[in-house]
């Protein structure tokens, strides 16, 4: 099979690295993937987002399934495109793509099939945002309705502030169209979690569990970056709870696609807040896998992903196989100097060679480049997602770290404490 994998991340990295290991695939070309998919393939430079560009290379190649890893060509309808040209494709087209591109649409669809979420008003105007925050305590919840690559969400102490950001954002100065309409929402709290769900429209199956860690340092302090770390499975998410989870966030979230007559083969990425007394609320959806999350729920998948995404498309998920997950896997991030804020690239990376044969160790490449005399240099604010596996969290942990104390580049960090609160 040929299959063409759209993005440039580290979780296209992992996806790439899944798809690797199933006979099924002959040939992966990605799009413009990194130069960690380029080990595992072949690169073709091009904005998955230019929709034409991408049908001339499905044309190009005989491609036979293209995987969507990131939102933004989902948004702007690419799988709609290549499904007219009767290409499979894994990930919805752009109204399944509206429940991660529109917080508005996706908080009223939560309302409308009951999915529980945290009470919520959407506003166009500040008399609006007034009235929705006056009747809410701090902290108070604003969220952009549109895509804003993470920073659309702000969580405010003080009601003053939380106007000016509701202003700044409606006027288009903070975040362009995408801050035209607001969600305002209670603040929940609890813990949060990711649960990635594959669904071919008809059967939902989830992947094991996940927790991303969002701040820049460590015990959860600083501002809140793409993505810092995560683990996999998580230790305190029992199987009533998972249970749950299917019940009352997946399952009504397919029901609901289906009787609004939205077609939706691929992933639901659910953002869930687990309350003190184990109840579970659905903060957000994504429409795609969560990334640093990917890098630790593909390599403790056991099934086979390519013959998953493919079964997804032919609408027979109910006949694969789900095997329970073994292992567990630890993904710390190293990131650039300076990130999230400005950072400066080019720095050579060191060590990757001592990793590069271990089973046990995956280096997952995010913000990385050939400075054209094939020595890796840092090109990104995240650049590598460092993945240790084990049999239990302890091991994954330090299998993780130890892979990152081979490896350096000027100025990076990272956390130091991903997975410490896993048994909370
Ligand atoms: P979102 O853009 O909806 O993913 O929100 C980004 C992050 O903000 C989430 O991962 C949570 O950490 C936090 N967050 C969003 N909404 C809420 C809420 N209603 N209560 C508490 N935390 C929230
Ligand atoms: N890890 C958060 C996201 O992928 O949106």
Not at 196 to 218: C, W
Request: aromatic content about 6%.
């Amino acid at each position: 099979m040929k299959i063409l994998l759209l993005g440039n991340g580290a979780r296209e990295h992992a996806m790439a690295w899944a798809l690797r290991r199933s006979s099924l695939v002959t040939s992966l070309t990605i799009a413009p993937g990194n130069s960690g998919t380029a080990m595992l393939g072949e690169n073709v430079p091009l904005d998955p987002t230019n929709v034409p560009a991408v049908l001339d290379l499905v044309s190009e190649k005989k491609i036979d399934l293209v995987v969507v890893g990131p939102e933004a060509p989902l948004v702007m309808g690419v799988s709609d495109a290549c499904r007219e040209k009767g290409i499979p494709v894994f990930g919805p087209g752009k109204k399944g793509a509206f429940l991660e591109g529109s917080k508005a649409f996706s908080k009223n669809f939560m309302k409308r099939h009951a999915i529980p979420t945290a009470p919520f008003d959407i506003c166009t105007d500040i008399g609006e945002v007034k009235k929705a925050l006056e009747k809410r305590r701090a902290p108070y919840v604003v969220k952009a309705d549109g895509l804003a690559a993470g920073k659309g969400a702000f969580i405010i102490h003080d009601l003053q502030e939380a106007l000016l950001t509701a202003e700044e954002l409606l006027s288009g100065k903070k975040l362009g169209k995408a801050g035209e309409t607001l969600v305002i929402e209670d603040c929940l709290s609890g813990m949060e979690l990711t649960v990635l769900a594959i669904t071919d429209g008809e059967n939902i199956k989830a992947l094991s569990p996940s927790q991303d860690h969002k701040r820049v340092f460590d015990d959860d302090l600083g501002p809140n970056t793409g993505g810092m770390g995560a683990y996999s499975p998580v230790p305190w998410v029992d199987e009533p709870l998972m249970e749950d989870i299917r019940k009352r966030v997946l399952e009504p979230t397919l029901s609901g696609l289906r009787e609004e007559g939205i077609p939706y083969c691929g992933v639901i990425y659910a953002g869930l807040m687990i309350d003190e007394n184990n109840q579970p609320s659905l903060i957000e959806y994504n429409v795609r896998l969560g990334d640093p999350e990917a890098q630790v729920v593909l390599p403790v998948f056991q099934g086979d992903f390519a013959k998953t995404l493919v079964a997804c498309c032919e609408r027979r998920l109910d006949q694969i196989a789900w095997p329970e997950t073994e292992r567990t896997a630890v993904d710390v991030v190293m990131a650039s100097g300076g990130y999230p804020g400005s950072y400066e690239k080019g720095f050579p990376i060191r060590g990757l060679e001592k990793l590069a044969d271990r089973e046990d160790i995956l280096v997952f490449h995010a913000g990385v480049s050939d400075d054209g005399h094939g020595r890796l240099v840092t090109n990104g604010g995240r650049v590598l997602s460092v993945v240790g596996l084990g049999q239990d969290l302890k091991s994954a942990v330090e299998k993780a770290y130890s892979g990152v104390r081979e490896i350096f580049f000027e100025g990076m960090h990272y956390r130091r404490d991903i997975a410490s609160r896993a048994s909370l």
